[in-house]
Each structure stands twice: as structure tokens, then as C-alpha cells.
């Protein structure tokens, strides 16, 4: 697939798709100096391609699998400038970039500061630095709420891994001990019903130790096949190995 977009200086923060390429474009005078920044927020190993052109064609920088990265130049070509962001090397996974474009000078505080030809008070100099002072304020906050994004993304899915792994854990140990009871008939009807002797107390239905395995395994809901194959020791191994490394 392939994107475009018009940009006007600023900043913007996208989702790239997989196998994607997404292209904005930026107008820039002959002469004029202009920095580009980006960081990979969310995805796979946080990287993406970037390659950007000048309206003669000439490629002004060029990189692959890059995380974060700036770039200034100084225009030689009065005319549309394009910078492509690539996932194309991704087969599965969607990234999330943030770029922040500067093109030229940034306007004074006030549109008649570059006429005043005499002093400024002091109020005029407290504005000016107050002003200066906020722009630094909002460079930080960008910069802390990219940083917040990303460790948020990364946290997330460090949890899902960590809880997918638990499960499938889980459910390993649970089949190893089943293969113990049953090989040795001790316990056999606890561990193929679930239930002990006696009233079990209010509440939500339990899932059954044998029905939890016999989803995990693939099996359905028909102990027989288990009850069966846990008899061979090399068999059950077999199913319980297989099983773990397909991650079901």
C-alpha cells in the first residue's frame, strides 16, 4: 500500500500498517534550512525506512530500520520536498511514528519584534523571555509524553507475553501431572472429574482440569482421547511438547 500526505510544517504522530509506505510532502524555498525528527513510539523492534528527496529528485537522506533520528538541510531547490516513512520490511506488524518538521526561522514573539530598533522595556523583555521559556516547556513535554508512550507500549506488551507464557505454563505442568496420576492410578478420579468428595461451595462453575487440557491439547471436550494417550508415556510427552511449541 502506499499513502500521502500534505504537511505545512508541525508536527504529526501516524500509524504505519505492515508491508506500508506513507509519504508526506513539505514546500521549501531555495536557501532555507529546515530539520526533520522522528521517533518510532510503538511496534515491533521500534524502527521503520525513511528516505527523503528533493523536488529534483536527489535523495537528501536515506536509512532503514532506524528508531529515532534529525536531520537538517539546507534547501538547493525551491519546491516540494518528500520524506516516505517505510514498513515494508514488517510482515505482521503496525508501528506508530511521531515527526516534528521545522522549516526556516520560527517567528518572533511578537510579528513587530524584528522592526523595533530601539530598547525594549522591561516588560517587553519579560514576554520575550517568558515566551522562550514556554517553547523549552513544550519541547520537554513532547519529549516526555513520546517517552511515556513508548515505555506504556513496551509495558503492555511485555504483560501480554508474560501472561501468554503463564498460561501455556500452566497448562504444561498441568498435563505432566496428569501423566503421573494416571500412569500410577492414584487420584484418578479428582484429577479426570475435578471434584472432591463432599458439597462444594456456592459459587461460578469451575472449569474441570480435564477440559482445560483437553482444550489446550486440541483434543475437544472428549477425555477418552486423553485417557487413552496417557497411557504411552512417549506418546503424551510427544502431545505435550508439540503442543507447547505451536503455543496454543
Known amino acids: 500500500m502506499f499513502a500521502v500526505q500534505a504537511v505545512f510544517g508541525g508536527e504529526?504522530?501516524?500509524?504505519?500498517?505492515?508491508?506500508?509506505?506513507?509519504?508526506?510532502?513539505?514546500?521549501?524555498?531555495?536557501?532555507v534550512q529546515a530539520t526533520l525528527e522522528f521517533q518510532v513510539i510503538t511496534g515491533g523492534n521500534y524502527d521503520v525506512d525513511l528516505e527523503l528527496t528533493a523536488p529534483?529528485?536527489?535523495?537528501?537522506?536515506?536509512?532503514?530500520?532506524?528508531?529515532?533520528?534529525?536531520?537538517?538541510?539546507?534547501?538547493?531547490?525551491?519546491?516540494?520536498?518528500?520524506?516516505?516513512?517505510?514498513?515494508?520490511?514488517?510482515?505482521?506488524?503496525?508501528?506508530?511514528?511521531?515527526?516534528?518538521?521545522?522549516?526556516?526561522?520560527?517567528?518572533?514573539?511578537?510579528?513587530?519584534m524584528g522592526e523595533h530598533?530601539?530598547?525594549?522595556?522591561?516588560?517587553?523583555?519579560?514576554s520575550v523571555n517568558v515566551f522562550e521559556s514556554l517553547k523549552s516547556v513544550i519541547d520537554y513535554q513532547t519529549h516526555h509524553r513520546l517517552r511515556e508512550a513508548q515505555g506504556?507500549?513496551?509495558?503492555?506488551?511485555?504483560?501480554?507475553?508474560?501472561?501468554?507464557?503463564?498460561?501455556?505454563?500452566?497448562?504444561?505442568r498441568q498435563a505432566t501431572f496428569l501423566g503421573h496420576v494416571m500412569r500410577s492410578g492414584k487420584l484418578e478420579h479428582l484429577v479426570t472429574t475435578g471434584k472432591f468428595a463432599g458439597k462444594r461451595s456456592r459459587g461460578r462453575q469451575r472449569e474441570k482440569i480435564m477440559d482445560g487440557l483437553a482444550t489446550w491439547l486440541g483434543t475437544g471436550k472428549v477425555p477418552d482421547i486423553i485417557l487413552a494417550a496417557v497411557k504411552d508415556?512417549?506418546?503424551?510427552?510427544?502431545?505435550?511438547?508439540n503442543t507447547y511449541k505451536q503455543g496454543t
Open 152 to 172: 506504556r507500549g513496551f509495558a503492555e506488551d511485555l504483560n501480554e507475553r508474560v501472561l501468554y507464557w503463564s498460561v501455556r505454563t500452566k497448562r504444561k
Open 117 to 126: 530598533h530601539t530598547a525594549m522595556t522591561l516588560m517587553e523583555t519579560s
Open 12 to 31: 504529526l504522530t501516524f500509524e504505519l500498517p505492515d508491508n506500508d509506505r506513507m509519504c508526506f510532502y513539505e514546500n521549501v524555498d531555495k536557501g
Open 56 to 112: 529534483n529528485g536527489q535523495v537528501l537522506y536515506k536509512d532503514i530500520k532506524k528508531q529515532y533520528d534529525s536531520f537538517t538541510w539546507t534547501a538547493q531547490y525551491q519546491g516540494i520536498h518528500t520524506f516516505c516513512f517505510s514498513n515494508e520490511f514488517s510482515t505482521f506488524t503496525h508501528k506508530v511514528v511521531y515527526f516534528d518538521i521545522e522549516v526556516g526561522d520560527e517567528k518572533p514573539a511578537v510579528e513587530e
Open 233 to 241: 508415556r512417549g506418546l503424551w510427552k510427544d502431545m505435550i511438547a
